[in-house]
């Protein structure tokens, strides 16, 4: 009989009742308990992600309104507000003279330097003699008269030399939205301020702000804004009330055409009338030319005459400049009123709407104002 060697376990007898057999299977069967707990425990795990993952039904929030203000700090804060106003005000006003001054100088300079020489030169006067005598023979009925024509032509010769350059550096109108601008910044500085020194809620403090107009027009689709704006913004260059307010400013423009209706030169250009009809037929009553393209013509297109002799206008220059420099002196002093000093329409109109719509809803008639601690 020949015996195979049993020791090679891969040739291990079939037989289920083997002890080796026997232990494999209980070692299959553990694997797969502990792979089913693990999966178990897997999914279980996947289970709970996902759980998390789902949206959340939110809670409702219940939101307190803000605590309103006393009727005691309001009195305190309402007169912090006048207070803070005030002092844009004024600071906004010195701004505003500072840079008036320093363009009215520009004015005076240019119209010594450039205006008074053009119109006293000995060119000039012939220019503006030959010019008004041919307005005068070729008005109809119904036109400006002469008198009128001159102003406007000193008009446009005053804006061309002294308007003009003296407004490349700044000019009233300007001024006036940089002084508006300036109050409206450092009024809002002040209004940020107030929560936290008077410890009060900012929305408390926006409502009632609210209820102070910052901007009133009458005639405007975009005629109101309230105090709150500005406490949120230092600047309202976007905001159209803002915007209706400045362009309300027609004066301005106007001031700067010599008090805008031109009376400081009516006595110069009536002057430069008189003149030109006492002596200018004289002068041209033999013109050749008149010969050659009609007596009218001729009186001012020929080369041999002109309005005034160089010996004539050398004997009246000096009252020709003393009549001039008479009435732009009086011309400036008005523009300068009326830009400066006067509140309703000068460059301060903004600065001053706005101060008086707060200082009214702030301390109506009946209550007496604080006193400035300055």
């Not at 008036?100 to 240019?110: F, L, S």
């Not at 119109?119 to 008198?147: F, H, P, S």
């Not at 809620?201 to 009458?218: C, F, G, T, V």
């Amino acid at each position: 009989m020949v015996y195979r060697h049993t020791s090679d376990r891969s040739e291990a007898p079939s037989d289920p009742g083997d002890p080796w057999h026997a232990g494999i299977e209980r070692r299959i069967f553990v694997s797969m308990r502990r792979c089913s707990y693990s999966g178990r425990l897997l999914l279980a795990l996947l289970l709970l992600m996902l759980a998390g993952c789902g949206p959340r039904i939110p809670q409702p929030v219940s939101v307190e309104p803000p605590p309103p203000i006393s009727a005691a700090k309001w009195r305190e804060i309402r007169e912090e507000i006048w207070v803070a106003s005030s002092l844009a005000r004024a600071e906004a006003e010195g701004y505003a003279r500072a840079a008036m001054q320093r363009w009215m100088m520009r004015v005076r300079e240019n119209t010594q330097n450039e205006f008074v020489p053009w119109y006293t030169g000995y060119w000039a006067q012939q220019w503006i003699g030959l010019k008004t005598g041919w307005y005068e023979m070729n008005t109809q009925d119904g036109e400006a008269g002469v008198d009128d024509y001159l102003v406007a032509y000193l008009l446009e010769r005053f804006d061309e030399l002294v308007l003009k350059p003296a407004g490349e550096e700044g000019n009233p109108r300007t001024i006036t939205e940089q002084s508006a601008a300036l109050y409206v910044r450092l009024l809002s500085e002040q209004l940020q301020y107030i929560p936290r020194v008077y410890a009060v809620p900012p929305q408390s403090l926006r409502k009632r702000l609210e209820r102070i107009p910052l901007i009133a027009l009458p005639d405007s689709a975009h005629s109101r804004a309230d105090l709150s704006r500005v406490m949120e913004h230092n600047e309202l260059s976007g905001d159209p009330a803002y915007q209706a307010l400045l362009a309300q400013i027609t004066s301005v423009a106007g001031a700067e055409e010599m008090a805008s209706n031109g009376e400081p030169l009516q006595e110069v250009a009536e002057g430069a009338v008189a003149r030109l009809v006492a002596e200018l037929p004289v002068r041209a009553g033999g013109s050749a030319a008149a010969l050659v393209v009609g007596p009218t013509l001729g009186i001012f297109i020929s080369a041999g005459v002109v309005a005034w002799s160089a010996i004539s206008h050398d004997l009246k220059r000096p009252q020709i400049e003393s009549q001039l420099r008479t009435a732009l002196d009086a011309g400036l002093e008005g523009m300068w009123q009326a830009l400066m000093e006067d509140p309703e329409t000068g460059v301060l109109y903004p600065v001053n709407h706005m101060s008086q719509q707060i200082e009214t809803a702030l301390f109506p008639v009946i209550e007496r104002q604080p006193a400035l601690p300055f």
